[in-house]
């Protein structure tokens, strides 16, 4: 996974404010992390949203992430709840720890920064060695939509950061089919009203459809058991904006 591809996070702060209060995946989660005894690896933990929750609740946590800043958050976020969660600064492609897993999750679309069929084959290769005999793996991704293929037009998101100022961004999306990568380009173009120009922060998201991903996870010695349209556990559909999947690491 390439450094290039973090734009967006470089601010953890700011990423806070706006996905910190996000939940919806954390009642799945929750029921599988019920399940099982021993260490539970949260891959691409980011901030520590989910690894901070469940260690809240009495799990213990191992969180990885290759932003140094994230991690840095992520351990102020744990240390302000008085919880123990371990972290590690692992590139998940090559994913280098010293336990197995009953059970890791991958959540926030974090599988979509694994750009390249190479990234997507290491990431999966060292998930399955890091979990147990039929250990759980939970992830989510995009689905594909109409509108990520022909595009839109650039349209404007308008937030209030960690500092209490209304930012205004313009987006800009642009699908390359040959890479089946969604190219998301954006720029801050008012704070609090008033006009400014800042640099354009670029994030490339890879999609994976359906069929392609059940050749992908069985490849590398996975059993879908469950595939959701989104973290109700609704049935995968046509029309789903989400794929959630549950997985299990097939017996050798």
């Known amino acids: 996974m390439k450094l290039t591809n973090l734009e967006k996070y470089h601010d953890p702060l700011l990423y806070d404010t706006q996905n910190d209060t996000y939940t919806k995946d954390l009642s799945l989660i929750e029921e599988y992390a019920g399940l099982c005894h021993g260490p539970i690896i949260d891959l691409a933990c980011g901030t520590g949203r989910s690894a901070v ?6 799990h213990h946590i191992i969180g990885v992430d290759i932003h140094q800043g994230m991690l840095d ?17 692992q590139d998940a492609t090559k994913l280098n720890l010293s336990v197995r897993s009953p059970f890791l999750f991958l959540v926030g679309n ?3 920064h694994f750009l390249t069929n190479e990234e997507q084959d290491a990431l999966l290769s060292g998930i399955h060695a890091h979990l147990e ?30 500092l209490g100022r209304k930012v205004t961004e313009v987006y800009e999306d642009i699908y390359h089919p040959l890479e089946q990568v969604l190219e998301c380009v954006s720029q801050v ?64």
């Open 133 to 162: 005999e039929e250990g759980i793996f939970l992830f989510g991704t995009r689905f594909l939509e109409k509108e990520d293929i022909l595009g839109v037009k650039p349209y404007e998101v308008s937030f209030t950061d960690h």
């Open 189 to 252: 173009i008012a704070i609090d009203g008033e006009k400014v120009q800042k640099e354009k922060e670029t994030i490339r998201l890879r999609f994976v459809l359906p069929q392609e991903m059940k050749r992908l996870l069985e490849g590398h010695g996975f059993t879908i058991l469950h595939a959701y349209s989104d973290w109700n556990k609704t049935p995968m559909h046509a029309k789903s904006k989400q794929m959630i999947y549950v997985c299990k690491k097939d017996s050798v």
């Open 73 to 89: 958050r992520a351990r102020k976020k744990a240390e302000a709840k008085n919880v123990k969660v371990d972290f590690y600064l």
């Open 53 to 58: 929750y469940l260690a809240e609740r009495g």
């Open 110 to 112: 974090a599988f979509q």
